[in-house]
């Protein structure tokens, strides 16, 4: 296997600063820190996100999908608070042992580069450095976007009487992790690309800012997301479960109860969970329409004490499961390293 620094020169330099993506920094991979020259009358917004092997991706998936899977969670963030992609950082940890074989370990690590790469330009953030280390396999994706000063999303912003809404459709991610565990393997299948290769929402959350009252984005299950916002804001909600859009194909894959457990709870949606005046959705679905996104009313917010109701059936409606959180969720099984 390639020494870290030939590893790094090899794989992860990007070529020249020239390109549109890397403009605003001054000095990107290869010195002890990254120079940035942030925009004026904008506000940077800056998140970290790490994937870890068996916990939040297969160790056998494909090295190309991993990439993209960890940046494109960590940009989520970024979508969340309505921001755009400028820069990221990326720490690596690689398990020496499973890539002891030299021609697995390069091909293993151009595909991984590839879809990592591939993502920075797609979402406009230029890796800027990181660091590569050796343990198990981890990766940890620091994103520095920008909004302009002022009109970030926040958590905290949902009123009484807002609609709740989502953008896309739930329950791919959760659906997808069933199909990999099941042993399904093609990539181009829909709910694998929805857990595997998620898309940040940025262009949502552009467009959502000054129309919508709260985002978040759905990591880890819309119940357990929504009980954020719920507490940032100060209010309660209820929710339609009849109204939650539901990812292609996961009723067929999964059966209907699964499915829409999967949509309430299961979690690595990224999709955007929003609040909103309820003057404001039809122009907010409008401008999403126009970049192709659904935004989908699934309930409202409403006073303190007033969604208990509600919760007690969506309790029921998910058998206690309400999402994802580590520590308390159950281990998953480890995975075979790649041969
Ligand atoms: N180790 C930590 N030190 C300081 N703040 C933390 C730490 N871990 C989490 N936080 C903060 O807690 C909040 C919630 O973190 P969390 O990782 O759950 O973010 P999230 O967007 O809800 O989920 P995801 O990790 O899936 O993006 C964030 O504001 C985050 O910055
Ligand atoms: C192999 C495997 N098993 C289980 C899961 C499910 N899972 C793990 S962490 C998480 C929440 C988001 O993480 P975080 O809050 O750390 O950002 C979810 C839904 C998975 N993705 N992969
Ligand atoms: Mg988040």
């Not at 549109?20 to 996100?49: I, N």
């Not at 068996?54 to 998936?61: K, Q, S």
């Not at 565990?181 to 299948?189: A, F």
Request: hydrophobic letters at 45%; one cysteine or more.
């Amino acid at each position: 296997m390639l020494a870290e620094f030939d590893l790094i020169r090899r794989y992860f330099t990007p070529g020249g600063t020239a390109g549109a993506e890397s403009r605003g920094m001054t000095l990107g991979v290869g010195d002890d820190a990254s120079l940035l020259l942030p925009r004026s009358g904008h506000e940077l917004a800056v998140s970290v996100d790490t994937s870890v092997v068996d916990v939040h991706f297969p160790g056998d998936a494909p090295a190309r999908a991993l990439g993209h899977r960890a940046l494109a969670v960590a940009v989520s963030d970024l979508a969340a608070m309505g921001a755009r992609g400028r820069f990221c950082w990326m720490a690596l940890t690689l398990d020496a042992q499973r890539l002891a074989d030299e021609h697995a370990a390069e091909a293993w690590l151009a595909g991984y580069a590839r879809g990592f790469m591939d993502g920075c330009a797609r979402w406009e953030t230029a890796l800027a450095g990181g660091d590569v280390t050796s343990g198990r396999l981890a990766i940890s994706v620091t994103v520095m976007g920008e909004v302009p000063a002022g009109q970030a999303l926040r958590r905290s912003g949902a009123r009484v009487g807002d609609v709740v809404a989502v953008t896309g459709a739930l329950g791919g991610g959760a659906g997808g992790l069933e199909l990999w565990q099941r042993g399904e393997r093609d990539l181009d299948h829909p709910l694998l690309r929805r857990y595997l290769l998620p898309e940040p929402a940025l262009e949502a959350g552009m467009a959502l800012r000054g129309l919508a009252s709260s985002a978040m984005d759905i990591s880890d299950g819309l119940l357990a997301d929504l009980g954020h916002i719920r507490c940032a804001s100060g209010v309660d909600a209820v929710l339609k479960v009849d109204a939650l859009p539901l990812a292609d194909g996961l009723g067929a894959a999964l059966g209907a109860d699964e499915a829409r457990r999967a949509a309430l709870s299961g979690g690595d949606d990224y999709e955007l969970l929003v609040t909103l005046p309820p003057a404001n959705l039809a122009r907010a679905q409008q401008a999403l329409e126009a970049a192709g996104i659904a935004l989908t009313a699934i309930g409202r917010c409403v006073a303190p004490g007033e969604g208990q109701n509600a919760a007690e059936i969506l309790e029921t409606a998910t058998g206690g499961r309400r999402g994802w959180q580590h520590f308390t969720s159950p281990d998953p099984a480890p995975t075979e390293p790649p041969r």
